[in-house]
């Protein structure tokens, strides 16, 4: 496995588990049968906990992300192309979206607001990549 593919695996791990603080924060407000019973009569983003707001819509952000990053890495992959730059892209990238899930989370704006930044200029890296193959 590549090392962009190691770092495509863990950011889609990561971003595959960011429901489990703010679901748990749900089952504790609402109780586990009202939480599981019938979600379509619940709104998660109307939960009491401001952080669990937050991290619902950082995991938003963080699935939104993710169908950019991994069809680029993905790409990289496919026409076999993998440099310590797209290497160190991807890595980057994973990092500035958990910190991005923490900023959130814990409304730090101007943290939040870089690593959306740095992980979208990761993005770039591979894009500029894969467009410089062609």
């Not at 379509?40 to 938003?60: I, V």
């Not at 169908?67 to 290497?87: K, R, Y």
């Not at 870089?114 to 993005?123: D, E, H, K």
Request: positive net charge; aromatic residues 12%.
């Amino acid at each position: 496995m590549s090392g962009e593919l190691f770092w495509l695996t863990a950011t889609t791990t990561m971003t595959a588990l960011l429901w489990l603080p703010y679901i748990t924060n749900w089952i504790v407000e609402k109780g586990f049968v009202a939480a599981i019973w019938n979600p379509t009569e619940y709104d998660h983003s109307q939960a009491r906990a401001a952080w669990a707001r937050r991290m619902l819509k950082a995991h938003e952000n963080a699935t939104e992300n993710l169908a950019v990053f991994a069809p680029l890495v993905l790409i990289l992959h496919a026409v076999n192309f993998s440099t310590p730059v797209t290497l160190k892209a991807c890595a980057v990238y994973f990092t500035a979206r958990l910190v991005h899930v923490v900023a959130f989370t814990l409304a730090i704006p101007a943290l939040r607001v870089i690593s959306f930044l740095v992980g979208f200029g990761a993005q770039m890296v591979l894009a500029w990549a894969i467009l410089s193959t062609l």
